[in-house]
């Protein structure tokens, strides 16, 4: 049974920082790679950062870059979020997504197959 179970949300101030967790399981053997995205109320589901399976390849939202970084560790089948700097801008669900098909890291959510239910992330001014 897949499933991915995000966690690390909470809230915080403008300029702090928070580390969101992604437990995946059951898609060892497809190796996906995984990406964040995040959604407030009445927008859009935005992409945030993805990485590739190996981990050497990544992929940055502009609006992030620089602020958040991801990481993985496969043998514990983790992927983390370390968020710097935040703003009250990124205020937002956050969810973890798995992407098992094409050979490039993807941006949009139909790229995704498995999702996780999320987890809020609210920084205050």
């Known amino acids: 049974q897949v499933k991915l179970v995000e966690s690390g949300g909470g809230l915080v101030q403008a300029g702090g920082s928070l580390r969101l967790s992604c437990a995946v399981s059951?898609?060892?053997?497809?190796?996906?790679?995984i990406g964040w995205f995040r959604q407030d109320p009445g927008k859009e589901r935005e992409f945030v950062v993805a990485?590739?399976?190996?981990?050497?390849?990544?992929s940055y939202a502009d609006s992030v870059k620089g602020r958040f970084t991801i990481s993985r560790d496969n043998g514990k089948n983790m992927v983390y979020l370390q968020m710097n700097s935040l703003k009250p801008e990124d205020t937002a669900l956050y969810y973890c997504?798995?992407?098992?098909?094409?050979?490039?890291?993807?941006?949009?959510?139909?790229?995704?197959?498995?999702w996780g239910q999320g987890t809020q992330v609210t920084v205050s001014s």
């Open positions: 997504a798995a992407q098992l098909r094409g050979s490039s890291l993807a941006r949009r959510v139909d790229d995704y197959e498995y």
């Open positions: 059951g898609l060892t053997f497809s190796r996906p790679a």
């Open positions: 990485v590739s399976w190996s981990a050497l390849a990544t």
